[in-house]
């Protein structure tokens, strides 16, 4: 018998030669790729596949202190893994790469690759590191051809760990290595410093990278919360976008993102724990939910801040509390309240537990020189989520060929606006620059400037706005509806605010009377 407290070694063997299997389904893999001729064995262990290759315990929130990963393998071979490659033990016709990794790590994180690689090794300099660099070590096919055709792509990792180690923080495992082991899958998978990979596109190294920070060194505490993982590293693809590639990209990134994510009516980012099943492995992984509509939460979040400085603080702070540790979405809101001040339930109760999008339908009108605008919102998913307190930019365009942008605050279904302008509208746009995630049902609008009198707001609460244009001197008076007069004075500014607050709730009418003519319009007091 074993005592409590004493310390047990085990050795546990596992045989057979690795199927080809889905994504999901294999913990070890073997394929071909007959484009490059090469045969890859590959271990893919997200989410519950460790067990297949290796005694664990499959618990997100226990993560490893250590782990080393000897793999040997024929001479023709080289082996991949996470951490620093301390030594290549030959063995005859067949050698040993033992790789060690000092860094904290989750369960499903533990990889190898192994095939006919070469070696490409490139470093980056990210501010902080006082001139020092971190390796990027590149196990890619060694066939002709293959370094030529897609170092440019290899080699974008580098502008993007400078990037994301200045917006997020510094690369967590930079006392080891990034690197990346060509495999035969699309996609790719961010294996903890080494991520195995199927091309170097642009938009995979960046997403597969930003999951370093964001899946890796914060890791989701539960798969209910796969956001912390999918839809930051989501979002990490198109920040690299918008700061490194041509400008013409990040708008095409954001209109696919939207388009995607509007396909269908409902779904939540936040994924219920009934749903997460070994068999399920989709709803955790879907594109439009966790990764997509992800990504765009925190697009939103960022508007909503209106400070790109204090965005990326929260991102920092976040980082840092929760360092080689797991975390819910609810932590990272916590994270975002506290840093930024501002309480972001409702949002994350409508957006991130919550089902769908808003719908709008809008009116607006310019009379005189005041913009109305009557905001109509309703949910795609209306019996889990009927309304989505946000706010809403519209940009405007005038007749003289100007523009401008305002933001209306959405705080019920239905919503009325005004604001005074100065300028003729031409016509206006919603959100075109993509920055919230709604469908725009309709939009009808018209200009009338000849009006000579306009009050706002209607309803009116405290204050009551008179705009008469052209007029000189005239006479305001408000009366009840049999006639009793409850104010009344001259005004000779084009703009008069009446004090309207003592008067009882009900309908109103302004009588504007000039020298030539009178002018009648009724409003509500509520």
Known sequence: SIAEGDYVSAQIFYHGIPEIGEFFSNGVTTDYDSTWNKHVTRTQSEPFSARQWWPVKQDLTDKADSVWVFITTDTSNMAGSQGLLTEIVPLGNKHRFEWKSNYQI???????????????????HPEGLNGDSILIQNFIYDSPGYLENNKPGIDNTVSFIELFSSLYSMYPFHAEKYGHCLVTHGGGMEHQTMTTLGNFGFGLVAHELGHMWFGDNVTCATWSDIWINEGFAT????????????????????????????????????????????????RIFNSRLSYRKGALLLHMIRFELQDDDLFFQVMKNFQQQFTGGTATGIDFMNILNETSGVDFTGFFDAWYFGEGFPIYNINWEQVGGVFKLFSKQRGSAPEITSFFEMNVPYKLYFTDGS????????????????????????????????????????????????????????????????????????????????????????????????????LQTGTYIVNIKTNKDLYSQKFIKN
């Open 235 to 282: 979002y990490s693809d198109y920040l690299a976008h918008e700061f490194i590639a041509d400008p013409i990209y990040p708008p095409i990134w954001l209109s696919q993102v939207h388009e995607k994510v509007l396909s269908e009516p409902g779904g939540s980012v936040y994924i219920p724990p009934e749903d997460i099943d070994y068999n399920n492995e989709g």
């Open 106 to 124: 989750d369960y499903y994180l533990i990889s190898f690759a192994v095939a006919d690689y070469q070696e490409y090794n490139i470093y980056a």
């Open 403 to 502: 523009d401008t942008t305002i933001s209306f605050f959405q705080t019920e279904n239905e919503n009325n606006f005004s604001i005074p302008l100065g300028k003729n509208i031409d016509s206006i746009q919603i959100d075109p620059e993509r920055w919230v995630l709604i469908d725009v049902e309709s939009i009808n609008g018209s200009v009338n400037v000849d009006s000579p009198f306009l009050v706002f707001p209607n309803p009116a609460d405290s204050e009551l706005t008179i705009i008469v244009n052209n007029v000189k001197e005239y006479e305001i008076s408000i009366t009840d509806l049999n006639g009793k007069v409850s104010i009344k004075r001259i005004s000779k500014q084009p703009i008069t605010v009446l004090n309207v607050y003592s």
